[in-house]
Structure formats: structure tokens, C-alpha cells
Nanobody, 123 residues
Framework: VQLQASGGGLVQAGGSLRLSCAASGRTFSNYAMGWFRQAPGKEREFVSTISWNGGATFYADSVKGRFTISRDSAKDTVYLQMNDLRPEDTANYYC?????????????????WGQGTQVTVSS
């Protein structure tokens, strides 16, 4: 059972990236999917989450209006479109899956985690 995050990279401030999180080994179509990030020396923090059917989404205040989460159930993949990136968005980004119907904005309810993909935003 794996969640594979990809799409990270180096981008200038104001640029965009799209992260992907693909499931393998099982389906996560009935799971809420979340994105978290962790910068060096800091705790892992919530970024965004989407319900199992895509009907509910939540965002951290720091990314609201700039990031968009979506999912493609047919591909069992979740995306995080990141626009207007800022240096403070630099972190390792992780995707995670939770069986809860209401997508959680904290770490504990997430049972499966991907390996992370690095996003670096230069000023």
C-alpha cells in the first residue's frame, strides 16, 4: 500500500507547481486525502484536504486563494495546484489518506502517508 507524491521542484517566487499523489496497492476512493508540508526545523503542518467524493475541501489560511486541491477518482490520484508560490512555501510536501468522512485538518486521523516531494521556492 503506497501513496506516491510527485511534482515537486525548484521554482521562482510567483511561479506554479502541481503536485500529484497516486495510490497503489489499494484504492483510496473512499478516503479523505490531505496534503501536509514540513520545512526544516519545523513541525509538519496542514496544507489542504479533500473529502472522499470531492465535495468538501479545506485549506490552511496561508495557502487559501493560491492552492487548489482536487482528485480524480478514476485515476485514484489527488492533485495540489500551487500558484503564486512564495519562499515560505518551501518544504517537503506529503500526501496522506484518512478514512474519515469529514476530511481532517490535523495529522492524527491520517493512516497512510506518502514519502514526500520537495518544493523549493527561490526569491
Amino acid at each position: 500500500v503506497q501513496l506516491q507524491a510527485s511534482g515537486g521542484g525548484l521554482v521562482q517566487a510567483g511561479g506554479s507547481l502541481r503536485l500529484s499523489c497516486a495510490a497503489s496497492g489499494r484504492t483510496f476512493s473512499n478516503y479523505a486525502m490531505g496534503w501536509f508540508r514540513q520545512a526544516p526545523g519545523k513541525e509538519r503542518e496542514f496544507v489542504s484536504t479533500i473529502s472522499w467524493n470531492g465535495g468538501a475541501t479545506f485549506y490552511a489560511d496561508s495557502v487559501k486563494g493560491r492552492f487548489t486541491i482536487s482528485r480524480d477518482s478514476a485515476k485514484d490520484t489527488v492533485y495540489l495546484q500551487m500558484n503564486d508560490l512564495r519562499p515560505e512555501d518551501t518544504a517537503n510536501y506529503y500526501c496522506a489518506a484518512s478514512p474519515r468522512r469529514v476530511p481532517p485538518i490535523i495529522l492524527d486521523p491520517y493512516e497512510y502517508w506518502g514519502q514526500g516531494t520537495q518544493v523549493t521556492v527561490s526569491s
